[in-house]
């Protein structure tokens, strides 16, 4: 396979799973073709022409020429200066390494990575809520993250695997839809009646067995085991964690419990407040289902995925 099948089959696939559903992001993407045809030449020099294919800011080839050969990646949840030095030190033992894959992002992928959360607008409106409400409750969750990454020295990564010609590149969305989209179909089809219920269904998916044997298994931090789950909401994708005032509208619209990757204090007692049980799967064990599902639908047999930094293989082809 070359970077660039890799890159593309990943953003396909992350079309197909995308929860707003394939025709909303398709018409998101000929609504951006068409921002960018009114703008003027100077203002088109500066867009990012990955937008007119990639609906995801967050996934992205930071380095490498898209031509290139792969027969072995290095995949790691969080990939940074060491992981990439680790991916050169492998290559001088003898161990062909041709691409690092992070999932979370780095280098630009990382800086945009606000852009991705407006797609959490549409998977509220499928859940019920008005998507003027929707647009509102998240504007300023996006603002604040946006704030929170200009600082942040996001090229370190990328400048690292410059210097050592190691191709890099990032998979985050995507993967988070594929984790939505699979956990999402399991809870339906199984409709589990009590909290208890959806643990006992996570800790048989490979992913969270294993994060229970790493003591980061699956938890309920709000409601307790033996309550009833209601309508049941997969909250694992959208760039990162939305509004703590999602709770209070997601109660009023029916749903009973939430199943997520990680939650905040401050989201936490939103959620008490109105009522909604949280079921946390896990932040590690959810991006490693995530990815496993895309490489499995998106990676030749012949690729060899050598896993590191928090990431463990599970095919199910």
Same mark, same amino acid.
């Given at each position: ?28 993407? +000929? ?171 996570? +800790? ?96 030749? +047999? ?16």
């Amino acid at each position: 396979m070359k970077i660039k099948d890799i890159y593309a089959k990943a953003v396909s696939r992350g079309i197909e799973l995308d929860p707003r559903g394939k025709d909303q992001v398709e018409a998101e993407l +000929k609504r951006v073709k068409k921002d960018f045809d009114e703008l003027k030449e100077d203002k088109k020099k500066d867009f990012d022409k990955e937008k007119l294919i990639n609906p995801y800011a967050d996934t992205r080839i930071l380095y490498g020429e898209p031509d290139r050969d792969v027969k072995a990646v290095l995949v790691g949840i969080d990939m940074e200066v060491g992981e990439v030095l680790l991916a050169d030190r492998l290559k001088s033992k003898s161990r062909s390494i041709d691409l690092v894959i992070s999932h979370h992002p780095e280098g630009r992928a990382l800086a945009a990575l606000y852009e991705v959360m407006d797609m959490q607008s549409g998977i509220l409106l499928k859940y019920g809520i008005p998507i003027n409400i929707a647009e509102d409750i998240m504007s300023d969750r996006i603002k604040e993250v946006e704030r929170r990454l200009l600082p942040a020295n996001h090229t370190r990564a990328v400048d690292a695997a410059k210097l050592l010609d190691m191709p890099f590149m990032c998979i985050h969305t995507p993967a988070d839809n594929a984790v939505a989209n699979y956990l999402q179909k399991v809870f339906d089809e199984k409709k589990p009646d009590y909290i208890s219920d959806i643990i006992d269904i996570l +800790k048989d998916i490979p992913e969270y067995k294993d994060a229970v044997n790493e003591k980061a298994g699956p938890k309920v931090v709000v409601g307790s085991e033996k309550r009833k789950t209601g309508k049941i909401f997969v909250d694992m994708t959208g760039g990162t964690g939305g509004s703590k005032d999602i709770y209070e509208k997601l109660s009023i619209a029916g749903i009973g419990t939430i199943v997520g990757m990680h939650i905040g204090e401050d989201h936490k007692k939103e959620a008490e407040k109105h009522h909604v049980n949280v079921v946390i799967a896990g932040h590690m064990s959810s991006d490693n289902l995530g990815m496993n599902l895309i490489f499995d639908d998106i990676l030749e +047999k012949s690729v060899e995925i050598v896993a590191a930094s928090g990431f463990r293989r599970f095919s199910r082809n």
